[in-house]
């Protein structure tokens, strides 16, 4: 009876003490771990099921299936002001999409769009002399989908790049 005892209460503590894998973005796997080599993170998962089912609420995403990448924005990214100084409407699009530059005088701003299996669609350059010539795009020809806007601006002192994800209804 004695030990009866003793293996309940130690049960009790163990539980009382026991944690369980974080909620920031993670899975629960029946095993699995993560490493760092050479600056990049590894992860992996044994048993986990390959139904992929997701539930959202304002500050909290669980996600039942193999491992979700955590899709953040690069610092390269967010210190772009190329991004700043661009606006790409409407999303989605269904004829026309806008390019709307509030660039340095004398810029020039060069576009492809690019299929999101790797087919350029359409590119070009323009001289803007204001600065802020909207550009535009007949997306009404195109199929359905998603496509890449890569967008460069350069003038005299500078060049920088930025991607937009274009979807196509």
């Given at each position: 009876m004695k030990?009866?005892?003793?293996?309940?209460?130690?049960?009790?503590?163990?539980?009382?003490?026991?944690s369980a894998q974080s909620i920031a973005p993670s899975t629960i796997n029946a095993t699995g771990g993560s490493a760092v080599l050479?600056?990049?993170?590894?992860?992996?998962?044994?048993?986990?099921?390959?139904?992929?089912n997701t539930a959202t609420a304002s500050n909290l995403v669980v996600t039942q299936g193999l491992l979700q990448p955590n899709a953040t924005i690069s610092s390269i990214e967010e210190n772009n002001p190329l991004l700043k100084s661009i606006k790409v409407y409407p999303a989605p699009t269904e004829n026309i999409l806008n390019i709307?530059?509030?660039?340095?005088?004398?810029?020039?701003?060069?576009?492809?769009?690019?299929?999101?299996?790797?087919?350029i669609i359409t590119e070009n350059a323009a001289?803007?002399?204001?600065?802020?010539e909207l550009q535009t795009i007949d997306m009404s020809k195109f199929a359905n989908g998603n496509y890449i806007l890569e967008v460069k601006q350069t003038n005299t002192k500078q060049a920088y790049t930025a991607t937009y994800r274009v979807v196509k209804q």
């Open positions: 030990h009866l005892i003793l293996t309940g209460a130690t049960i009790f503590v163990a539980v009382l003490f026991a050479a600056g990049n993170t590894y992860e992996w998962s044994v048993a986990e099921m390959t139904l992929i709307a530059p509030s660039l340095p005088e004398g810029s020039t701003l060069t576009y492809k769009l690019v299929h999101i299996n790797g087919q001289a803007l002399s204001a600065g802020n």
